[in-house]
């Protein structure tokens, strides 16, 4: 089939997207985003009742994570914009094919993430936050390798979830997202208030919530049929290199430029620990507030893979810049309004955590500086991108996404904190200023449409 094929306004793609059709799509994804930051905010307050030391523990943990976790995750965003692409053009034989390289590609480098840390992982934590208290070091490395051995299921989900999403189905992820929710707040229960076991059982919650969830994702991918079929998956494995260096053409930039985001934010992180236990934890809290408010925005990105990867396969254009335009608005006063509401309720929102004055204190005015800069530049900077990602553009994602991080958020962090002597508040104000960057970046590449002359699918 060829690539040029194009669309007209009474055709698949236009139709398939109406408001309706986009309303579907949405509602389960904003639900979906919010219970995953359910999932790591009930482990940190539930952990909270162990003592601030727990908390930062599982804080770190979590940063480190999530930079380990990235090579998967972005082949995930990759494989998504191929099988997208492919259902654009009505070619299922390959969407299918092409979702069977995702989850092996994913599965071989989730292991090798898993072995990597499990060995390494004291010295993992010393290289990236340097001398931290014995009781911090000792919880954080427990928790490293229990969640570390969760990596191959959370990536099998992953890439389940980003499949189902590429046809339209978010309803299945956010079913299975509400099952993890429920496993892991009912195993940290269990765990932490009646065995008492702490940061460990927190940990046990997470891999046993992240196991099931991929066991349920591909038993009903395997069995099932349709555009996104695994049947066959393990029994007759068929590797096709030409579609796993479609998904890398995609992933390694994206993985590259999350790569170096969380690299620069775990330098940004290791500020807090020059300022004591009381910093790390109202960093650790202020950031899962804050990701309560960006988690409709997430939703909304990940709608923008699977509508704009769908019209680009189909070479209907104009369909994939209408409906960016529309689901940016939506960003936009979707932020405005859970800014609005955080920052009003800062004061009881963070009296849900066992802090101390001193880091409650500091949270707040952690978040006050986010809610502001969230509500003006998170949109552009963190939604639209995926819009320029499912167009195959994922390289220039990367080198703004790159710039940004080095020249602003990273440097000015460190000269706000230190040379001007502003404290930790620095580091949040570094953010919201890397945001502007970005997000004005961003913006200009997709007005200028140069997003258009880009190719994911190669045959």
Known sequence: MKRNLTLNPESLTA?????????????????EQMLAVTMGAADTIMVSSVGEHAVSAVNIIDNINNLL???????????????????????YVKSRLASRQLLYSVIAISLMMTLFSVLLRRPIISLIYGKIEQDVMNSASIYFLITSLSYPFLAMFNANAALFRSVGNSRVTMFIALMVNILNIGGNAFFIYVLKIGVTGAAISTLVSRAAAAAVTTIMLTRGGGFISLSGLFKKPQIVHSMIKNILNVGIPSGLESSMFQIGRLLT???????????????AVASVINSFSFMPGMAYGL??????GQCVGAGDYEAARKQTAKIMKLVYI??????AVIYIFLEPITHL????EEARGLAISFLRVHCISMAIGWGLSFALPNALRAAGDARYVMLAATISMWTIRVSAA????????????GVWLAMGA?????????????TRGRWRNQKVITD
């Open 353 to 356: 955590f066992n802090l101390s």
């Open 69 to 91: 976790i990235i090579a998967f995750t972005a082949l995930c965003t990759g494989g998504a914009v191929v099988v997208s692409q492919y259902i654009g053009r009505k070619d």
């Open 434 to 446: 890397d945001f502007m960057l970005r997000g004005t970046l961003y913006g200009i590449r997709w």
């Open 15 to 31: 139709e398939r997207w109406n408001n309706r059709a986009l309303f579907s799509l949405l509602w389960p994804l904003i639900i």
């Open 269 to 283: 992180q290791r500020i807090f620990t020059v300022f004591g236990t009381a910093a790390i934890a109202a960093n």
């Open 303 to 308: 709608a923008l893979i699977t509508i704009v």
């Open 334 to 339: 979707t932020l405005f309004i859970l800014s």
């Open 414 to 425: 460190y000269l706000l904190t230190f040379v001007f002597n502003i404290g930790p508040l």
